[in-house]
């Protein structure tokens, strides 16, 4: 079993920038593909980034491209969000998964393990 707790988030305006957390427990990451996900009010939830188990690949869903990167610390078990020039239409509960075997798999919505979400609001 693994354990997501992600934190971070927060109230900002456009433009700004924020840095989310997902800290990992119960087992090591090194094996897992991990992404973020993302649900707004009144909408589905959605892909944002996935990054393979190495960092070596890395997807991104074309509304936050360019402006979001996804990292990841194997040693210290935790995966990055960072999160430039925020629109409004960002704001939504930020989710952190995990999965196997691929970032591809997690890229097409599935995964093993999800956190509880860390909400992300930016005024316009």
């Known amino acids: 079993q693994v354990q997501l707790v992600e934190s971070g988030g927060g109230l900002v305006q456009a433009g700004d920038s924020l840095r989310l957390s997902c800290a990992a427990s119960?087992?090591?990451?090194?094996?897992?593909?991990m992404g973020w996900f993302r649900q707004a009010p009144g909408k589905e939830r959605e892909f944002v980034a996935a990054?393979?188990?190495?960092?070596?690949?890395?997807f991104y869903a074309d509304s936050v491209k360019g402006r979001f990167a996804i990292s990841r610390d194997n040693a210290k078990n935790t995966l990055t969000l960072q999160m430039n020039a925020l629109e409004p239409e960002d704001t939504a509960v930020y989710y952190c998964?995990?999965?196997?075997?691929?970032?591809?798999?997690?890229?097409?919505?599935?995964?093993?393990?999800w956190g509880q979400g860390t909400q992300v609001t930016v005024s316009s």
């Open positions: 990054i393979t188990w190495n960092g070596l690949v890395k």
């Open positions: 998964a995990a999965g196997t075997p691929s970032a591809a798999r997690i890229r097409s919505g599935s995964a093993d393990y």
């Open positions: 119960g087992r090591t990451i090194t094996t897992y593909a």
